[in-house]
């Protein structure tokens, strides 16, 4: 193969035993591992004991069709690159394959050569992609992984949705990725070269919300001194997100629930009606049934946009997940930081499993990150996840300090004097986070509180603990 990655492992589904014996000596030779199935059943078989870099799947099988196939692949493995061999007659079932994820397809009769360079070209588009959008070759995107059963059901229903332009609805907790989840759905759409336009209602205040997602003529109020597209129109062709959906207005949400109905708007101070071509994705982390009862969000709002409704799991519902999850951030902080950490030792990652995580995946890497820049050696220690810091905030510390005094034997004043000692590397992480977060947001605090994942409230106090208000 001509790639830099190269292809260690390929199943071939071909229920002609002449192709299945010709395509495996030829990728044989090249050093390639080659497991072969003459049908359905066989591949289905094969993938349950190993994973695979590439599969060759002919849709036209004795037992199921190659489509059925290409789902069990992708429920499986979303890494794994599918080129599909087809008939001319069933080019377009080939093409209804390709939405499902296959990577392109090959009509018969066929030379060996022309797919050993799709081959090739399918594994170099996937590496330029991952480089493109930030993951690491052959994984999901960070935190939108796993091998939970949840979260593989959620693939398989991604697999189907996302080539559609289907509103989808995301529920879960502060913290277990939604956004990422939308952003993982846009890519694997058909409109994945087209913008993704991001917006968290609840970071916007409602009197700029409506010039935010709509945009404003000139004049139409103070400072508005020239037209300002919104960001629906920003988005035309492509995919925004609207995240924290539960705290919009009863007000904003009817003007939304136009676009979502019509797909089209005024800007503010004007009179002309845009139409737009967008995918909506929405996010929340309350109840919405419940806010409908409680006349907080519009009905109708609601079932125009749970037209697909997926619930992100919280991270202790997931728990397989969270060595994968913290290998991958150990990886990306080591990088950034330049330090040499190369894993966790068995005592830290049972503790790391033991945990609740209340802030789910952005708690994890949060901690994985702080692990990073105070550990000491190569392998992440206990005493560098300081998970027993989670409460500082509820009271603990002051109970505990006042414990400090006279009356505790001298292990204990030992013991407590570290625990004031780890609170204040805290402080300085944390400082040094939100000093990074302004100094890549140039001083916007608005954007640095949106880099934090914090209200901007929030931030502004922060700040000012640690004397960063100029």
């Known amino acids: 193969m001509i790639v830099d990655k190269p292809v260690t492992r390929m199943l071939i589904v071909d229920d002609e035993p002449n192709m299945r014996e010709i395509l495996s000596d030829v990728f044989s030779d090249e050093g390639v591992s080659v497991d072969t199935a003459a049908d359905g059943a066989a591949a289905v078989s094969l993938l349950g004991k190993h994973s695979y870099d590439v599969a060759v799947v002919d849709l036209k099988l004795p037992d199921m069709t190659g489509i059925d196939v290409i789902r069990e692949i992708r429920r499986r ?15 377009d079932t080939a093409i209804e394959a390709m939405k499902l994820g296959a990577y392109d397809y090959i009509t018969k009769p066929f030379k060996v050569e022309k797919l050993k360079m799709l081959i090739d070209n399918a594994i170099q588009g996937v590496s330029d992609k991952a ?20 979260m593989r059901q959620i693939f398989e229903m991604i697999s189907d949705l996302a080539p559609t332009n289907a509103t989808v609805l995301i529920y879960g907790e502060s913290g277990t990725g939604k956004e990422l989840l939308a952003s993982y759905i846009h890519k694997r759409s058909l409109r994945a070269n087209r913008p993704f336009i991001k917006v968290n209602c609840a970071a916007i205040p409602e009197t700029l919300l409506e010039s935010e997602l709509f945009g404003h003529e000139k004049g139409a109020f103070t400072n508005a001194v020239a037209r300002r597209p919104g960001r629906f129109e ?14 919009m207005s009863l007000a904003m949400q009817s003007k939304l629930l136009r676009v979502v109905q019509e797909r089209e708007f005024e800007r503010v101070g004007g009179t002309q009606t845009i139409k737009v071509d967008v995918r909506i994705i929405a996010a929340t982390n309350q109840d919405l049934v419940s806010a409908i009862r409680e006349g907080r969000f519009r009905e109708d709002l609601y079932y125009r946009l749970s037209v697909v409704p997926i619930t992100l799991p919280p991270l202790r519902n997931r728990k397989e997940d969270i060595e994968e999850l913290a290998t991958r951030f150990l990886r990306k902080y080591s990088q950034e930081t330049g330090k040499p950490v190369t894993g966790f030792s068995v005592e830290a990652i049972r503790i790391l499993k033991e945990h609740d995580w209340p802030g789910n995946i952005r708690e994890l890497e949060n901690c994985i990150e702080r692990a990073v820049i105070l550990s000491k050696g190569q392998e992440i220690q206990p005493k560098d996840l300081y998970l027993n810091c989670q409460s500082v905030n509820d009271g603990t510390l002051s109970s505990r300090r006042s414990r400090a005094g006279a009356g505790l034997d001298l292990a204990e004043r030992e013991a407590a004097a570290e625990w004031d000692q780890e609170v204040c590397s805290l402080e300085e992480l944390e400082e040094r986070l939100i000093a990074r977060a302004l100094d890549q947001a140039d001083g916007d605090c608005d954007q640095a509180a949106e880099l934090l994942e914090i209200s901007r409230e929030l931030l502004l106090e922060k700040m000012r603990k640690h004397g960063l208000e100029r």
Request: glycine fraction near 16%; aromatic fraction near 8%; charge should be negative.
């Open 77 to 91: 493995n979303l890494s794994t690159v599918i080129l599909m061999i087809t008939a001319y007659s069933t080019v």
């Open 131 to 150: 480089q493109r959008f930030g993951e690491p070759d052959g994984e999901g995107f960070d935190g939108v992984v796993g091998r939970s059963q949840q």
């Open 234 to 247: 920003l988005a035309n062709g492509g995919s925004i997100f609207l995240d924290e959906i539960g705290e």
